[in-house]
């Protein structure tokens, strides 16, 4: 009997610190993925290129009808710098790059634009690219 009430209290406690946790999960949960949302516009990088000789990093936001990227390149060699963008928008896929030499910063914009993604390369536009990062 006294093994019976044992367990029937172990699972009253376990139950009651269970119910005690869970909206403790639930709001930590729902928090993360509030976060995660609004990440998606605001200040990004930096993102290297894949020898480390150039990075870029920036800001995205919406404003209007318009998607807006503010970036920021540097590199300190004789060689450039290369950010490329790849955006979305129209039902199709549009790709573009930005070569610098030293410090640079510029922005561009763009309407209808669903995702961004951006990578950055050194001494080439296609060399000693960095992984590619999702920034709207």
Known sequence: MRKVLA???FAGSIAVTGLAVAPAAQATTATTTATQATSSMGSWG???SSNNKAYTYGKTYKSGKKVYTR???KEYSPKYGYVWFKYYSGGKWHKFYRKWNGSYDKTWSGKGISKIYTYTCWGGKDKYCGSAHRIY
Do not use: C, F, Q, R
Request: no cysteine; proline share 0%.
């Open 7 to 9: 367990a029937a209290a």
């Open 71 to 73: 970036w920021y390149g």
């Open 46 to 48: 930096k993102y290297y």
